[in-house]
């Protein structure tokens, strides 16, 4: 079975840091682009980064470049997501996402990991 | 980046139903375009990729059509379970951006 599991989140200040972490199982995790999906309280998804199959190549949102970092450890079966200078505004439920094999779209989700910054 | 404005942000209606959601990005994308399904509590389901592809096991009702900038999903006969809040998201380019929602309720 296709799982993805994420960990990590939690209560920060606002200029604080976390890391969060998805561990994977079901696939070949390192054959797949893997993303990060968020969703603030109550509101729509917004894509946060992507990275491709072997770690070259990332994405990422306008607003967290610079302060979020995208990374993978492919004998680890686990996908990251480093958040530094969090802002209020980072505040959401954060999806650990798989895209398809031979298809340009997220085909799996986790279940998410909350993030809450205090101002 | 590409903004994809989806309308409209709410809809009204009844088991049996045909349910039209449109979704239109700023610039052409092709075909480039999904739509998820998302249920209160659970993460996103993948409906819909690159237009008109049906995913595995998601039910014939669904159907997307469009290319360019405007795109159209179809539910043809609402169900009890299809009652949800419902996005398209572009892959053509990065940033792959979200449509703002489209939440379905009963009428």
Redesign the interface.
Known sequence: EVQLVESGGGLVQSGGSLRLSCAVSGFSFSTYWM?W?RQAPGK????VA?IQQEGREK????SVKGRFIISRDNAKNSLYLHLNSLRAEDTALY?CARY?SY?????T????TMVTVSS | DIQMTQSPSSLSASVGDRVTITCRASQTISRYLNWYQQKPGKGPNLLIYAASSLQRGVPSRFSGSGSGTDFTLTISSLQPEDFAAYYCQQSSTTPHTFGGGTKVEIK
């Open positions: 993303s999906v729509g998804l917004e894509w992507n994405y990422y949102m306008d999806y398809g298809i340009d779209a997220i085909d989700w986790g279940q998410g």
